[in-house]
């Protein structure tokens, strides 16, 4: 799944002023480290029609981003995706989401570290889980890593948005957040680590 699915693949989302009311959406909850760039990686993936940067998996109620960037709250930084399942499957948001991470690193995610930047797919329904782990599998089968996938599959619970200055950020800061992505080496290092599946 992953292995065959491209990173440029996808082309850009629907147009915002569609009617998603009348269409049958479901959400998925990813933490792949800075939720400015997982937002932002989502944003282009065809049938995806909104997205979120928020805080889930930890013991605080209603956290702030201090809290969960110092204080140990157990919260993931995390993006919500709000999808069109006739467009695209959450199969093939798992698979996006996973050719846009590094899910061997146990500490965070390129030059972040902490608990709050590690990978995690929030699971609904039995399904998802099924579909996750999966993913995970054919991934450690394959080779195509250096290390065994650690990212996590757990159970999804309240997500918490985070704060408005968060949300599109990278739309609202366009030079901020390519320098904070360029010099953090999270593109870079993704096709590093992806390079040997082009080969499969």
């Keep these: 799944m992953a292995l065959a699915f491209l990173s440029s693949a996808g082309a850009q989302q629907d147009s915002p002023h569609q009617d998603a009311a009348s269409k049958r959406l479901s959400q998925a909850v990813f933490a792949g480290g800075c939720f400015w760039c997982v937002e932002a990686d989502f944003d282009k993936l065809d049938g995806v ?34 999808y069109d399942p006739d467009v695209v499957s959450y199969d093939a948001l798992v698979s996006y989401f996973f050719q846009h991470v590094d899910p061997t690193d146990p500490d965070g ?18 399904e998802e889980r099924e579909t996750a782990e999966m993913e995970i599998h054919e ?12 990212t996590k599959v757990l159970k999804a619970e309240t997500f918490w948005p985070a ?38």
């Design 49 to 82: 029609v909104d997205t979120v940067s928020g805080y889930t998996g930890g013991h605080v109620f209603n956290p702030t981003y201090e809290q969960v960037s110092h204080k140990g709250t157990g919260h993931y930084e995390a993006v919500r995706v709000t």
């Design 109 to 126: 995610q390129f030059c972040d570290k902490g608990d709050s930047y590690r990978t995690a797919i929030f699971v609904n329904t039995d």
């Design 139 to 150: 991934i450690d089968e394959s080779g195509v890593l250096k290390a065994a996938v650690v």
């Design 163 to 200: 704060e408005e200055y968060h949300q599109d950020y990278y739309k609202k800061n366009p030079l901020k957040y390519r320098f904070y992505r360029t010099t953090c080496g999270r593109d870079d290092t993704v096709r590093d680590i992806w390079a040997k599946a082009d080969d499969h």
